[in-house]
Structure formats: C-alpha cells, structure tokens
C-alpha cells in the first residue's frame, strides 16, 4: 500500500515536535534571560574597584634581629632593598627614576636597569645612562612594637640611616 504524499505529511511520524517559530522564540527568550543575568552581574560588580588602592604605604619588614650585618633582602612587593650595615638600616626603592623599570642589584651591590642600561652605585647614586637621578631611599622607622617599617611612599634624605 502506498501513501499519498499528504497522507505523509499529515502523519503523526513527520510532524515536527516544534515549530521552527516556536524553536525560534524559545532561542530568543533564553538569550534574553542569558543577555539579562549577565547585566545583571555585571551591575553589581560595577562598585567594586578592580584594583584595591593600597590602603596604607607603611609595610613591615620584619625583625631587625632577622637582619645580620653585611646583608641586603630584597622585597618584591614593596620594590626596595633593605640594606643593613655598621651605620644601620637603609631601604632603597628598586624603581628605576628613568622610566620606571625594576633595577637589578649585582654581587657587589651595585644597581642597574635591563630597560635602558642605567647604573646606579651603591647608595643609589646614577653612575651611567638615562636615569635623571637617584634611587629614592626609603623611610623606615620602628614600629611599638618593633617592627621594622618601610612606608614606600616617603622619600627620605641619602645618607640616612636607622639605628636600631
Ligand atoms: S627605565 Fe631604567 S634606564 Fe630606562
């Protein structure tokens, strides 16, 4: 027995579960709730900065017994060298006051910068290239309760030394 072309059509086996119209309005309903929940999200993020200011520039470094005589540490973070030697402590930004790259200290504890070879001495002072002057020495001081403190944000005279 054959089937006529509309007695096919018209069977239960061809129908079409969903009409392209309905698929259509299903796709375009979901991608509306999609299209508002990522507003959503993105709505309450707005307030929230992306970068935290640093709330405060004062960072302790550590013990001063932690430091011996004779060493330098470096701190990645807070970009300076911590120096201690007979006169006391120092910390010198490791900023480059060029263009801002992150200088190198050498084994003699001499600096200099891979971005366009500027060299510093030992205390900081330019001995070659671009840079117009030297790195910042860094304030430190003794917390109450007796933490070394480098506050990044203020400079303080080369030369100068804390005595602990
Ligand atoms: S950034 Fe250091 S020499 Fe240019």
Known sequence: MTQTKSQLESSERFKPKASRRDFLGIAAAWSAIAAFVMAMLGAFRLP???????????SKLGKPNRFLEGSATYFPKQNLWLSRSQEGFHAISSVCTHLGC????????E???????????????VAGGPAPKGLV???????????????????????TYLKV
């Open 137 to 159: 020495w860094v304030d430190l001081s003794i917390s109450p309760e007796g933490w070394l403190v480098a506050d990044t944000l203020k400079e303080t005279k080369q030369g």
């Open 111 to 125: 600096f200099s910068c891979p971005c366009h070879g500027s060299k510093f001495d030992r205390a900081g002072n």
């Open 48 to 58: 929230m900065p992306s970068v935290f200011p640093e709330s405060n520039s004062q």
């Open 102 to 109: 992150i200088v190198e200290r050498d084994g003699e504890g």
